[in-house]
């Protein structure tokens, strides 16, 4: 699996977005951490420094703290990188096929009208890399120089 390749963010040069996407079931409790860290500890302007292109870096020893709780949000992700990981590999292996409309659903954001919605944008991916069936992996298991589309 490439960590530069983003599900839900973008790709870009240097950054690994689909590390980033994993981060994302867990950024409310993140979220909570970093505001619950704000109300108890007081930070100096010496745990900061601004590089020349304007970015703000953190320093020790507010950067050993943090590292400190590394350990909890690994068990927080492992479930989810877990789930992700054999999800993608039953794929590779024919056995996940999703239906059309858990597809439209994903990609209008649920709903009957939104559902309508997907199905009819799937329908013209659908249609330009699966001849026009159903959008799903079996249309592009050995079509060459096909990859199933994300629509």
Not at 96 to 117: E, I, K, M, N, Q
Request: glycine share 12%; aromatic share 6%.
């Amino acid at each position: 699996m490439d960590p530069g390749l983003g599900l839900v963010h973008a790709d870009m040069r240097g950054r690994s977005s689909f590390a980033l996407d994993l981060l994302e079931p867990t950024r409310p409790k993140v979220d909570t951490y970093v505001l619950d860290l704000l109300e108890r500890r007081a930070f100096r302007k010496a745990e900061f420094v601004e590089t020349e292109d304007g970015h703000c870096r953190l320093r020790p020893p507010l950067t050993h703290e943090l590292a400190e709780s590394l350990p909890l949000w690994a068990k927080e992700l492992a479930p989810i990188a877990e789930r992700i990981v054999h999800t993608f590999g039953d794929a590779l292996a024919g056995k996940y096929l999703p239906s059309t409309l858990s597809l439209a659903s994903l990609v209008s954001g649920g709903g009957r009208a939104g559902a309508a919605a997907g199905r009819r944008r799937c329908a013209g991916v659908s249609a330009r890399f699966g001849g026009g069936a159903p959008l799903s992996r079996r249309n592009f298991v050995g079509a060459e120089g096909l990859e199933p589309p994300t629509c």
